[in-house]
T-cell receptor
Framework: GESVGLHLPTLSVQEGDNSIINCAYS??????FIWYKQESGKGPQFIID?????DKRQGQRVTVLLNKTVKHLSLQIAATQPGDSAVYFC???????????FGPGTSLSVIP | DAGITQSPRHKVTETGTPVTLRCHQT?????MYWYRQDPGHGLRLIHY???????DKGEVSDGYSVSRSKTEDFLLTLESATSSQTSVYFC???????????FGDGTRLSIL
């Protein structure tokens, strides 16, 4: 099936800086996108989502940007904190499809 | 946090033995999912359920079966466990439509 991403990249960021985590998706029929955070030993935790009729959505310290033209999704974390250290997954879903497709994730490490 | 409980949280067993993992939800969500998570593969869907007694296969369903006799419980069974099924297993739930999945904290299964 179609997949989101191939390898698990890592990102190191200084505490207080902004983080940008990128994700490419390949299914042009996908119309719903989700970002998850997974801390060690825990299940993925929902952060923020966006539907395809939007190109930007903001939450608390997080912003998701969607570029449907190039099939690209990004998660921006403002003023990154040590507690933000985790693996971040993007996921995509199509309305007509029961299943969610997950990417392999990006490991974010925050340097105090 | 969504009311999802996975049991057991850890299990060690031998090749050839049957194993059943349980997922229990208190949210009355229609959809329930079983994933496995392995290094380099991210989250892969095993089976999912879209209602009581309604289930379908995911991308890695061989060697696994599921049952859902009640809305709140979704069981994953390995009829004859193999070492390749050593993994961390996650249950997730969601409502219909474009809604995010919410995950349990996982079951770490080791098959020797």
């Amino acid at each position: 099936g179609e997949s989101v991403g191939l390898h698990l990249p890592t990102l190191s960021v200084q505490e207080g800086d902004n983080s940008i985590i990128n994700c490419a998706y390949s299914n042009s029929a996908s119309d719903y996108f989700i970002w998850y955070k997974q801390e060690s030993g825990k299940g993925p935790q929902f952060i923020i989502d966006i539907r395809s009729n939007m190109d930007k959505r903001q939450g608390q310290r997080v912003t998701v940007l969607l570029n449907k033209t190039v099939k690209h999704l990004s998660l921006q974390i403002a003023a990154t904190q040590p507690g933000d250290s985790a693996v971040y997954f993007c996921a995509e879903k199509a309305t007509s499809y029961d299943k969610v497709i997950f990417g392999p994730g990006t490991s974010l490490s925050v340097i105090p | 946090d969504a009311g999802i409980t996975q049991s057991p949280r850890h299990k060690v067993t031998e090749t050839g033995t049957p194993v059943t993992l349980r997922c229990h939800q208190t949210e009355n969500h229609r959809y329930m999912y079983w994933y496995r998570q392995d290094p380099g593969h991210g989250l892969r869907l095993i089976h999912y359920s879209y209602g009581v007694k309604d289930t379908d296969k995911g991308e890695v369903s061989d060697g696994y079966s599921v049952s859902r006799s009640k809305t709140e419980d979704f069981l994953l069974t390995l009829e004859s466990a193999t070492s390749s099924q050593t993994s961390v297993y996650f249950c997730a739930i969601s409502e219909v439509g474009l809604q995010p999945q919410h995950f349990g904290d996982g079951t770490r299964l080791s098959i020797l």
